[in-house]
């Protein structure tokens, strides 16, 4: 199991991003089965690797044209967080605000949005949707993940990427309410997947996710995690909060949210 994981993400890490769909053989289809068993539940696993399969791995999600873009964004969930770092981030326009990467990575870093906007950036007009039954368009730009997680070095067992956000959506004692997201890596390394830091051509607002938010254009809304402080490499979600990889699917939501 664990030789045919690594293969796949070595071919995944040393693929060129927008490379054409992988076939997957028979033995990766069950493979994928038995590597993500134990986190979804198989009809869930099922729309997954639908999806995969019938688009590619490497799919992308529709893009849109300027003329596309709609008139107003809803923000939705937090729309300000509000715990005195962060309040004092924002005030200092995130000068202060650092990217944390660690986990299951070789060089831990830590990352300014300067840093981040050195990098080489990706524009895409996309479609966002909620569960709650609302969609609007939106031009993102930021640094696809997939080049960040490589220069970080992820270790042989890396298979998720959680998002730690400064919010909390529920106000518990235990922190159980802080918001956090996670994907695969196949999402990790799409081409679209990337960490944002403008909408329509301006520096994220607060609503929106200042300074950094992410943008996974294969699924829902709520896996668009705003507020990124953290992003660490694990190989289960064992450890994190209710242990179904994220604030909604701790609350039974899937965690495979594709569209
Ligand atoms: N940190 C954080 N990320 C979040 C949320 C949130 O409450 N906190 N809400 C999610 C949901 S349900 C949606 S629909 C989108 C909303 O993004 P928007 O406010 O930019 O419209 O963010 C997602 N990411
Ligand atoms: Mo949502």
Not at 151 to 170: T, W, Y
Request: charged share 25%.
């Amino acid at each position: 199991m664990t030789r045919s994981f690594l293969t796949r993400r070595r071919f995944l890490i040393g693929s060129t991003l927008g490379a054409s769909a992988l076939t997957l053989s028979g033995c990766d289809i069950l493979e994928q089965n038995t590597a993500v068993a134990s986190v979804i539940r198989s009809a869930e696993n099922l729309t997954m690797k639908a999806q995969r399969l019938l688009q590619g791995r490497d799919a992308l999600g529709r893009e849109f044209t300027e003329t596309d873009i709609s008139p107003s964004f809803r923000v939705n969930g937090t729309s300000a967080p509000d715990s005195e770092d962060y309040v004092e981030l924002a005030e200092g326009k995130f000068a202060n605000w650092r990217l944390k990467i660690d986990g299951l990575v070789d060089r831990p870093q830590e990352l300014s949005l300067i840093d981040l906007k050195r990098l080489p950036a990706r524009t895409q007009i996309t479609r966002h949707d909620c569960v709650e039954g609302w969609s609007a368009i939106g031009k993102w730009t930021g640094v696809p993940l997939g080049p960040v997680l490589s220069s970080v070095g992820l270790r042989p067992n890396a298979r998720f990427a959680v998002f730690h956000c400064a919010d909390k959506l529920e106000k518990t004692l235990d922190g159980s309410g802080r918001y956090y997201e996670s994907i695969d890596l196949i999402d990790a390394f799409h081409p679209q997947t990337i960490l944002a830091y403008q909408m329509n051509g301006k520096d994220l607002t607060v609503g929106h996710g200042a300074p950094l938010r992410l943008r996974v254009e294969r699924q829902l809304g709520y896996k668009q995690a705003k507020y990124i402080m953290r992003i660490e490499i694990v190989d289960s979600f064992a450890g994190l909060w209710g242990g179904h990889g994220g604030f909604w699917e701790d609350r039974g939501y899937e965690w495979y949210a594709g569209i």
